[in-house]
Each structure stands twice: as structure tokens, then as C-alpha cells.
């Protein structure tokens, strides 16, 4: 049974204007930046008034970091189901690919923004603060793993590995690529996993 069979027909409209109101504020932050996002924005993408919007997050820092939120919930909820048979390069890539694709459709990277006040502001997140630890933990382990398996290369310190992993989630190659090539989506996604893991050499 999922989560709405068990509200009132009165807490799913909740649950799912609330849905939508992370649904526009991930379109705006994705295209404004945190910034420039205002909160009449968002209300003005749900088609709600701004006291409506309220009645779900009482702020901006709320709102973004419930979005960052349900974002990481999402790559942790991925990860649970890959296939225990793939190596552990094998579900980094995966969970790339995820990335990529999400950001592809519209959605946040893991890394949402380089400003010290958005990176302040979301450290203040206990909510947040714990899904990232748990996320990274995970990540880490699989660089770990693959280093210790020779996919990935043991010379190299983990955490060298695993914040370059977490930058080719906000790649800005990614949006020229949507915009300035003529490539699909399924290209730009391969190609971005090939220079991710593989660099510039030539595929052997």
C-alpha cells in the first residue's frame, strides 16, 4: 500500500500540492539559481498564492533544502536497488547515469550550488546534513571497494575520486550539450559516463 492509501482524501491534497511546490521549486532553482529564486516564483509556477505556499514551507532555506532533500532521497532509494550482482564501478556508473539524467529532465545536481551562503545555509539542515552523510558513506565505500578490486585507480586518494565523482553531477557540460549540441539525451549521458571513468584515451 503506498503512503496516500493510508491519509484522508484531506492530507493527500496536501501531500501532493506539496509534491508539486518541490516539483516547481527544483524547475526554478534549476534555471534561477538560489539567489534570484523568490518564493512568488514558486507560488506563481504551482499556481498557489504566496500565504498557500507558506502553509507548506515557511521559508525559502526550507523550501530549497526539502527539494536537496527529496533529491538525495532519491540517488539513496536508487543505490538500495541496483543489482547486488554489479561490481562497484558497475553501481557508481549507474548512479551517474541516474544523476545525469535527472539533471537532464530538469532536476538538481548533488552538489547544488559553490556560494558559501547556500553551502551555510544547508549545513544548518540537520535533515539534510544527515541524508548527505548517509549518501556519502555509501558512495565511499563503492570507491573504496573498486579501488581495492583494481577498477578504479588505488594510487589515487578516495576523496580525490569521490568529489570528482560528485562534480560530474553538476557538470555545466551537461546543459551545452542539451542546448548547444545536437545530441540526444542517451548520447550526452554515454559520453559524459566514457570522459567520467575513462578520460579522453580511446576506448580499447
Known amino acids: ?3 496516500f492509501g493510508k491519509l484522508s482524501f484531506k ?14 521549486a527544483t524547475s526554478v532553482l534549476g534555471s534561477k539559481g538560489y539567489d534570484l529564486m523568490t518564493m512568488d516564483d514558486v507560488a506563481g509556477a504551482v499556481g498557489i498564492s504566496k500565504p498557500s505556499l507558506y502553509k507548506h514551507f515557511k521559508s525559502k532555506e526550507e523550501l530549497v533544502g526539502e527539494a536537496l532533500i527529496r533529491l538525495i532521497d532519491g540517488a539513496i ?3 538500495a536497488q541496483l543489482d547486488d550482482g554489479l561490481t562497484p564501478k558497475g553501481k557508481l556508473a549507474a548512479l551517474l547515469e541516474w544523476a545525469l539524467r535527472v539533471r537532464l ?3 538538481l ?4 550550488s559553490t556560494s558559501a551562503h547556500v553551502r551555510d545555509m544547508l549545513m544548518r539542515n540537520l535533515k539534510y546534513v544527515t541524508r548527505v552523510l548517509k549518501l556519502n558513506g555509501q558512495i565511499e565505500k563503492l570507491v573504496l571497494a573498486a579501488q581495492k578490486n583494481g577498477s578504479l585507480d588505488a594510487s589515487l586518494p578516495s576523496d580525490v575520486i569521490l568529489f570528482s565523482y ?5 557538470d555545466p557540460a551537461v546543459e551545452y550539450l542539451q542546448q548547444f549540441s545536437k545530441m540526444k539525451n542517451d548520447d550526452i549521458v554515454r559520453h559524459m559516463l566514457q ?3 575513462d578520460g579522453f584515451s580511446p576506448q580499447r
Open 77 to 79: 532509494d536508487y543505490l
Open 195 to 197: 570522459v567520467s571513468f
Open 1 to 3: 500500500m503506498s503512503i
Open 105 to 107: 529532465d530538469g532536476g
Open 166 to 170: 560528485y562534480a560530474r553531477t553538476c
Open 109 to 112: 545536481p548533488f552538489l547544488p
Open 11 to 24: 492530507d493527500q491534497a496536501f501531500k501532493l500540492r506539496e509534491n508539486a511546490i518541490l516539483d516547481a
